[in-house]
């Protein structure tokens, strides 16, 4: 199984600018999406294809990379944007990471 | 607009056999792939397995052994039963769908699954 690693927690101020990493133990080419996910509700997607924003999705967030390092950037952040966020690939079986609880000074 | 509905029961006992159903609404199941994906609480979403538009299907090799999926295209509804459940397959159980190169892009509301006795 192709496992991603996700940085456990972050904590910025609003109308800061935040990057969340995500790195996969082998190359997913581009099959690399983002989730936003609150207490209580189903996850959310974000970014599909590595950089590719959602519709209806604030132009706030946006996606990068490929191979086995990915980054979501939130720019700026709102006190909204407080939740987990899931990287998941779809190369081989999907996995995904363990997610990174993004929490508003 | 698709939407996806899961119903099932929220306790079951140690090492009984788990039932879900998925109603998908807004979109044919012979056009659609539909995923499920269930999450224990304060961790990540696992996929466990998933029922192709062309009824073909494929599970997580972790779980293949007590998983199965289904379907029925009249009703547009996707089964899933697990046997030999135990403690630790309390979560939420998710219907996805998922769109083309894998994206799960929908979600259903989610089912809570509590097993014990």
Redesign the interface.
């Given at each position: 199984d192709t496992v991603l690693t996700q940085s456990p927690a972050l904590a910025v101020s609003p109308g800061e600018r935040v990057t969340i990493s995500c790195r996969a133990s082998e190359s997913v080419s581009t099959l690399m999406h983002w989730y936003q996910q609150k207490p209580g509700q189903q996850p959310k997607l974000l970014i599909y294809l590595a950089s590719n924003l959602e519709s209806g999705v604030p132009a706030r967030f946006s996606g990068s990379g490929s191979g086995t390092d990915f980054t979501l950037t939130i720019d700026p952040v709102e006190a909204d944007d407080t939740a987990t966020y899931y990287c998941q690939q779809s190369w081989n079986d999907p996995t995904f990471g363990a997610g990174t609880k993004l929490e508003l000074k | 607009q698709v939407q996806l509905k899961e119903s099932g029961p929220g306790l079951v006992q140690p090492s009984e056999t788990l039932s879900l159903t998925c109603t998908v609404s807004g979109f044919s199941l012979t056009s659609y792939s539909v995923?499920w994906v269930r999450q224990p609480s304060g961790?990540?979403?696992?996929?466990m397995g998933r029922m192709w538009y062309d009824g073909d299907t494929?599970y997580?090799?972790a779980l293949k052994s007590r998983l199965s999926i289904s379907r029925d295209t009249s009703k547009n509804q996707v089964f899933l039963k697990m046997n030999s459940l135990q403690t630790d397959d309390t979560g939420t159980y998710?219907c996805t769908g998922i769109?083309t190169?894998?994206?799960?892009?929908d979600?259903?509301?989610?089912v809570m699954v509590t097993v014990s006795s």
């Amino acid at each position: 199984d192709t496992v991603l690693t996700q940085s456990p927690a972050l904590a910025v101020s609003p109308g800061e600018r935040v990057t969340i990493s995500c790195r996969a133990s082998e190359s997913v080419s581009t099959l690399m999406h983002w989730y936003q996910q609150k207490p209580g509700q189903q996850p959310k997607l974000l970014i599909y294809l590595a950089s590719n924003l959602e519709s209806g999705v604030p132009a706030r967030f946006s996606g990068s990379g490929s191979g086995t390092d990915f980054t979501l950037t939130i720019d700026p952040v709102e006190a909204d944007d407080t939740a987990t966020y899931y990287c998941q690939q779809s190369w081989n079986d999907p996995t995904f990471g363990a997610g990174t609880k993004l929490e508003l000074k | 607009q698709v939407q996806l509905k899961e119903s099932g029961p929220g306790l079951v006992q140690p090492s009984e056999t788990l039932s879900l159903t998925c109603t998908v609404s807004g979109f044919s199941l012979t056009s659609y792939s539909v995923s499920w994906v269930r999450q224990p609480s304060g961790k990540g979403p696992e996929w466990m397995g998933r029922m192709w538009y062309d009824g073909d299907t494929a599970y997580n090799s972790a779980l293949k052994s007590r998983l199965s999926i289904s379907r029925d295209t009249s009703k547009n509804q996707v089964f899933l039963k697990m046997n030999s459940l135990q403690t630790d397959d309390t979560g939420t159980y998710y219907c996805t769908g998922i769109h083309t190169m894998g994206i799960t892009a929908d979600w259903g509301q989610g089912v809570m699954v509590t097993v014990s006795s």
